[in-house]
Antibody, heavy 124, light 109 residues
Framework: QLQLQESGPGLVKPSETLSLTCTVSGGSISSSAYYWGWIRQPPGKGLEWIGNLYYSGSTYYNPSLKSRVTISVDTSKNQFSLKLSSVTAADTAVYYCARVVVVPAAMESYFDYWGQGTLVTVSS | SYELTQPPSVSVSPGQTARITCSGD??????AYWYQQKPGQAPVLVMY???ERPSGIPERFSGSSSGTTVTLTISGVQAEDEADYYC????????????FGGGTKLTVL
């Protein structure tokens, strides 16, 4: 059974960089069949897609966050990571990592396995 | 920017049918996906490619599409179905951009 687990600091200061890691177990992050992604959810609000990554390193980002986001992969550790720079209180959210299924012949994807999520609070 | 619109809330009695809609201009060209999220838990995929049910999801969950609106239908609603439901799709402008609807709170009366 595939499992994903987010890890990283729960508190980040404004203007600093948020860094999270997702560890994948029960499957290989180097599978050619899937991408890997990050989604966030501010407290009491809806879901927001952050970005997706392929094991080769190809990335796709939400246009509204693109200037501040970097997603990378470490295939040797079966992990992928999120960095979000210049954070503000508006970046306070539960951050989820997920496996991404890509629909062939379409610029579409969806999320079939999710981590449990980790709350990151931006505050001084 | 592309948006998907859902009603904030839907209420039904146990055993009744709940219909949750999601509207978006690109939905005639793009599939929709549905997630169920219970309090304090991660979302769970309950429908993909408009009307396909993942393994393990009860048959009372079904999906349909008509024009710019997709609908998640839950027949014979049970108390355990009370949750937030989110639709998700993709922008059809040619750039890769995944979008979620604002979510619908399903209350089982």
């Amino acid at each position: 059974q595939l499992q994903l687990q987010e890890s990283g600091p729960g508190l980040v200061k404004p203007s600093e960089t948020l860094s999270l890691t997702c560890t994948v177990s029960g499957g290989s992050i180097s599978s050619s069949a899937y991408y890997w992604g990050w989604i966030r959810q501010p407290p009491g609000k809806g879901l927001e897609w952050i970005g997706n990554l392929y094991y080769s390193g190809s990335t796709y980002y939400n246009p509204s966050l693109k200037s501040r986001v970097t997603i990378s992969v470490d295939t040797s550790k079966n992990q992928f990571s999120l960095k979000l720079s210049s954070v503000t209180a508006a970046d306070t959210a539960v951050y989820y990592c997920a496996r991404v299924v890509v629909v062939p012949a379409a610029m579409e994807s969806y999320f079939d396995y999710w981590g449990q999520g980790t709350l990151v609070t931006v505050s001084s | 920017s592309y948006e998907l619109t859902q009603p904030p809330s839907v209420s039904v009695s146990p055993g009744q049918t709940a219909r949750i809609t999601c509207s978006g201009d690109a939905l005639p060209k793009q599939y929709a996906y549905w997630y169920q999220q219970k309090p304090g838990q991660a979302p769970v995929l309950v429908m993909y490619e408009d009307s396909e049910r993942p393994s393990g999801i009860p048959e009372r969950f079904s999906g349909s599409s008509s024009g710019t609106t997709v609908t998640l239908t839950i027949s014979g609603v049970q108390a355990e179905d009370e949750a937030d439901y989110y639709c998700q799709s993709a922008d059809s402008s040619g750039s890769y951009n995944l979008v979620f609807g604002g979510g619908t709170k399903l209350t089982v009366l």
